[in-house]
């Protein structure tokens, strides 16, 4: 695919309110990865991304996960509307797992609550996992049909290089996830 072809899904996906790609895998005819990070570098939107086997239901069972940067708290403004309407919503801290320094998940919960989202906090450890294992583990758990999840709080460099939280969600979950950079 060229480089415009690529870029045309960031710059485009400015004017809606979500972009929905499919989850990037090995297939040359599938979704691929360049797009994906386009729409999340590029458009300033949230994507959500679908899992290869379709849901009967979205956005009634949630999980946040937590960890305390800038991208997570945009994802999760973003989400807002989506939160307000869902049954469950579980904060998830990974203790030990890829976070930044910020306010904790019942923080979080506090503000979510006062905006009408029936949030509850939940903290875990990694338990010899990576974070994502832990997040996609707890999330299958509780029989969350929606992840909301920050993108790539660690550079692209660092993250092709020793993997990280957002590259095992997005090779591995199996429900839907909505991201933001």
């Known amino acids: 695919m060229r480089r415009r072809e690529i870029n045309f899904v960031g710059s485009h996906g400015r004017v809606f309110d979500v972009i929905v790609l499919g989850r990037p895998g090995r297939d040359p005819k599938g979704p691929r990865m360049t797009t994906l990070e386009s729409a999340l570098f590029e458009s300033g939107r949230p994507v959500l991304i679908a899992p290869p086997t379709p849901r ?34 579980v904060v998830l801290t990974v203790e030990g797992g890829a976070a930044v ?69 997005l090779g591995n979950a199996e429900l839907p996830v909505l991201m933001a950079h």
Not at 63 to 89: D, G
Not at 146 to 163: D, H, P
């Open 101 to 169: 320094p910020g306010p904790t998940g019942q923080q979080l919960c506090r503000y979510l609550q006062l905006n009408g989202v029936p949030a509850k906090p939940m903290t875990v450890g990694l338990d010899g996992r990576l974070t994502g294992e832990a997040v996609l583990s707890h999330a299958k758990a509780l029989g969350c049909d929606l992840v909301i999840k920050g993108a790539y709080t660690q550079s692209r460099l660092r993250q092709m290089i020793f993997g990280g939280t957002t590259r095992y969600v």
């Open 56 to 89: 009967p239901q979205i956005g009634t069972n949630v999980l946040i996960a937590w960890n305390c940067s800038t991208e997570q708290a945009r994802v999760t403004a973003f989400a807002l509307p989506l939160l307000q309407q869902a049954s469950r919503v």
